[in-house]
């Protein structure tokens, strides 16, 4: 079988035997993971890391010695704990010092195609949650995890630090459990992301003082911990969330002076996460940029590691054919396409219905006020020139004159038609199943 491996900042790819499953663990097949920062550190050498990295996963259970687990789709706790200790027996097996941590310490990680876990690490996905919304559970566990560690009060005002994937989930995890949310970041277009879902956002260029009781820090950066102290309020609170690595100078007048609470903060429980999940209250589909083939591991690193960038994804049954190649542009650049052409559609209908009181719906496709600058049906036509646009509103002022139903448009073969469709509206990766047979059935057109 395939697997990823990391040495010296180097992503290859190695053939490696299956991996045996010792007792109490579950093989499993990886069916979709993703790049996490922590990833990238380890490429850039932290830790050591030499091997398989990978901790955000979701598969399929091949082999397991509870029957009922067996071709179930899991995600999977990354800590690897002893079960007996002080630790383990409070269910704070996160902290066993015995642990071992999948893909990141002494336990190769997900980015390969088959993987064990201790059965008791695995939780089964809900059927509704989507596999690449669900790769999304262990990073959103970890967001819950805050509001394990502090009961933050409903009404209390909250800042969230930070606009990388980690800082958008601490932002819409707090806002989906009903608290005043306030979300700070550098990017523009990473805020459009919380804003949607009702987050009042701004940007670091000017962060307010001693404004908030709980602020959390997400920003990766050593400048983050100082800007967070500065936004607490006098005996607030303030939660460490993103690892940096080296040493932070920390100025601890302010700490001490204003009686300032820190709170470190790492992974969570699972089950939060996937309740969020199949609610639907937090949206992680905007998040994810691109989709690569694990033989691809070295350009997903790359792709990964670009400014601006946030999910990648690795999904094994993912084939780089032409029709992939083509869906790997961002998702989010073509959604915002997909709104920008419907606004124009509609747009032009008002104009057209002023001057020729055609009652049909804007959509509809029975009116042909003019088949070329309906850019909804080519995408590629990015703005019709204004001969293309008066000459469509005089034919359809004579069609309308004859009969409406009548097209001047020319008419495509079935094949061409459905060929159209499909590159308006191009299939989820989700079709990528694992069975052959019927990826092959799904896959047919494609030949
Ligand atoms: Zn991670
Ligand atoms: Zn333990």
């Known amino acids: 079988m395939k697997a990823v491996h990391l040495e010296d900042g180097r992503v290859t790819i190695r053939n490696v035997a299956r991996p045996k499953r010792p007792a109490g663990f579950a093989l499993i097949r990886m069916l979709a993971a993703g ?20 901790h955000e996963f979701v598969g399929e259970v091949v082999e397991a010695d509870t029957p009922t687990l067996v071709g179930k789709r899991v995600v ?19 902290h066993c010092p015995k642990r071992t941590v999948l893909g990141i310490v002494k336990h190769p990680g997900a980015f390969r195609e088959f993987l064990t876990l201790p059965e008791r690490n695995l939780h089964i996905v809900p059927a509704s949650v989507r596999t690449e919304h669900a790769v999304f559970t262990e990073p959103l566990a970890a967001a819950c995890e805050i509001l394990d560690q502090v009961k933050i009060p409903k009404d209390a005002p909250v800042a969230v630090l930070g606009d990388g994937k ?34 009042e956002t701004s940007l670091t260029s000017r962060l307010p003082r001693k404004a908030f009781d709980y602020v959390v820090e997400a920003t990766g950066s ?66 994810i940029f691109d989709a690569f083939p694990l033989d691809a591991a070295p350009q997903a690193f790359a792709r990964a590691a670009e400014k601006g960038v946030l999910k990648v994804l690795l ?34 209908h008002s104009r057209h219905r002023r001057r020729t009181d055609c009652s049909k719906d804007h959509s509809s496709r029975s009116c042909k006020r003019d088949s070329r600058s309906r850019s909804s049906r080519d995408s590629r036509s990015r703005r019709p020139s204004r001969h293309t646009r008066t000459r469509g509103h005089s034919s359809h002022a004579r069609i309308r004159r004859t009969r409406h139903t009548h097209s001047h448009a020319p008419r495509h073969s079935i ?21 052959k047979r019927v990826r092959r059935r799904r896959n047919r057109h494609r030949r």
């Not at 992939?324 to 052409?341: Q, V």
Request: overall charge positive.
């Open 76 to 94: 999977g706790e990354i800590n690897l704990n002893c079960g007996a200790c002080e630790w383990c027996v409070r269910g704070l097996g996160r």
């Open 166 to 199: 980690l800082g958008l989930l601490i932002a819409q995890v707090l806002h989906a459990h009903g608290r005043r949310v306030q979300h700070f970041g550098r990017h523009r277009s990473k805020l459009s992301i919380t804003k949607a879902a009702g987050i």
């Open 35 to 54: 790049i996490c920062n922590t990833d990238l550190e380890l490429q850039r050498g932290y830790y050591g890391f030499r091997g398989t990295p990978g």
């Open 222 to 287: 050593p400048d983050g911990f100082k800007d967070a102290v500065s936004m607490t309020r006098q005996r607030g609170t303030v939660i460490l969330k993103s690892t940096v690595h080296g040493l932070v100078t920390l100025d601890t007048a302010p700490v001490i002076v204003d009686e300032i609470t820190l709170i470190g903060s790492r992974c969570g429980r699972f089950e939060p996460a996937l309740r969020l999940l199949r609610s639907g209250r937090v949206r992680v589909d905007a998040m």
């Open 315 to 348: 999904r094994p049954y993912l084939r780089l054919n032409a029709a992939n190649r083509r869906r790997r542009s961002p998702l989010l650049r073509r959604r915002k396409e997909r709104i920008h052409t419907h606004k124009r559609d509609r747009e032009q």
């Open 415 to 435: 094949r061409e038609r459905r060929r159209r469709t499909r590159a308006r509206h191009p299939r989820k990766p989700e079709l990528h199943h694992p069975n």
